[in-house]
């Protein structure tokens, strides 16, 4: 027997260890800022010991580095999984919206880290944005305007520039959350609240249904059937578990299937 090769069991201790690391990084870096966290804090939350972290990851910029990238290759995989599921381009394009409104609100660390990229890039400090533009936000937004050009081409989607239909959904989410404190004040509602989360994503989907959409009855069952297909997160969770290179790890959305013969084509 090679004693020089890791037993199966020794790799999985290894890949956990790193996760509870990873996972203790991203709390911390997301409610202390890269400068404010501790790597101490961060190995006594993982169960592991400074040294034992250093293996892992040589430098607290190197932890960090990794962290973010946890958080956004988990993401990516999912709205891959979204995007490439066997459904209407529209439907997939409205499942790829409300995934973005319920990650916005169950997953903090994910905001949290984001803003503080922003607040460095306009700060004129280092950041970690281009880098991910290039790994994540430009491959998820390509593959978004493919799938928004297949349903206008089929005659689904109503005929729009794809970007603008992007901009338009999703942009609708960041205002929503960006101006939640604003809404508190002006007008004495928490956009945060959880019967008021419900009520939005509820709206915004029939909103989509009856905008999108070149038949709006058709468009209304598609987003009726996409919240039917996706309960709303009753928790909030870290991101933070790295999906395993072999496969995307992710969310099916069987339940939300579109008959060949219901999509009008023009």
Known sequence: MNTTTPSRTQAERADQTRARILEAAVRQFSECGLAGARTEQIAEEAGVNKALLYYYFKS???????????VFESVQADNINVLQADASAGERFVQIVLRNFDRSYSHPSLRSLMQQ????????????????????????WVMVDQVLEEGIASGELIQVDPSQMRYAALGANILYFLSAPLTRLALGIDPLEQGELARRRKL???????????????????????????????????????????????????????????????
Request: no cysteine; hydrophobic share 40%.
């Open 60 to 70: 607290k910029d190197d932890l960090y580095e990794a962290a973010l990238d946890s």
């Open 117 to 140: 990229e922003m607040v460095r890039l306009h700060k004129g400090e280092q950041n970690r944005l281009a880098p991910m533009a290039d790994n994540f936000f430009r491959p998820l």
């Open 204 to 266: 915004a989907m029939e909103y989509l249904g009856q905008t999108i959409f070149a038949d709006r009855e058709y468009g209304a069952r598609v987003a009726a059937r996409v919240l039917a297909a996706t309960p709303m997160p009753r928790h909030i969770d870290s991101p933070a578990v790295p999906p395993r290179k072999a496969g995307v790890r992710g969310h099916n959305i069987d339940v939300a299937q579109t008959s060949a013969t219901e999509v009008r084509h023009k």
